[in-house]
């Protein structure tokens, strides 16, 4: 049972375009959380924002959730061959016992 | 520092063989989780441990067994596996458990990629 679903599935820029993926979800959440994740290695935690939060920044990155639509977006600005990765929402509901439930993902790919 | 810690990163069964993957973390953590990630499914949640001699089933505990050793390790074990269970299994850490009403920011390890012919 996903929460999160990314938006879209891949998505391929060039150095120093912008990117911006999208996270959709169901059910009432406490807080939401980005991923990230390079090639054969595990996620790493980018950023959180609270469901009494609107927009997050944090460094090149920043982070807007919509909890009328039950939806996140995740801007990275100036991107770099290094952000290629896959980004991953993550939602922590506010009636179950607060596990993280993770969305597909979304591939990103930077060209130099 | 470490951080997290998989072993093995590679394996290689056969079905009705079992084998236990091993976790570590070394940053203090009460909660620790295991999940596994197949391609267009995420990260799906096995099995968690809020605390020391606790554990919890997640999504998809069938096939699976875990030990939470003591703070620092959290092992998980198939039986009997089955080509289904052909994944990338990841353990992760928190300092917080899921019942926390706060914020709960995972620390991921390295990932076991586990194929069962």
């Known amino acids: 049972s996903q929460q999160g679903e990314e938006d879209p599935q891949a998505l391929s820029i060039q150095e120093g375009e912008n990117a911006t993926m999208n996270c959709s979800y169901k059910t009432s959440i406490n807080n939401l959380q980005w991923y990230r994740q390079n090639s054969g290695r595990g996620l790493v935690h980018l950023i959180l924002?609270?469901?009494?939060?609107r927009e997050k920044h944090s460094g090149r990155l920043r982070v807007t959730l919509d909890t009328s639509k039950k939806s996140s977006s995740l801007l990275i600005t100036a991107s770099r061959a290094a952000d290629t990765a896959s980004y991953f929402c993550a939602t922590r509901g506010s009636s179950n016992t607060g596990k993280l439930i993770f969305g597909q993902g979304t591939t990103l790919q930077v060209k130099p | 520092n470490a951080g997290v810690t998989q072993t093995p990163k590679f394996q290689v069964l056969k079905t009705g063989q079992s084998m236990t993957l091993q976790c570590a973390q070394d940053m203090n953590h009460n909660s620790m989780y295991w999940y596994r990630q197949d391609p267009g499914m995420g990260l799906r949640l096995i099995y968690y441990s809020a605390s020391e001699g606790t554990t919890d089933k997640g999504e998809v505990p069938n096939g699976y067994n875990v030990s939470r050793l003591n703070k620092r390790e959290f092992s998980l074990r198939l039986e009997s596996a089955a080509p289904s269970q052909t994944s990338v299994y990841f353990c992760a850490s928190s300092n917080r458990g899921p019942e926390h009403s706060g914020a709960n920011v995972l620390t991921f390890g390295a990932g076991s990629r586990l194929t069962v012919l």
């Open positions: 924002i609270r469901s009494n939060e």
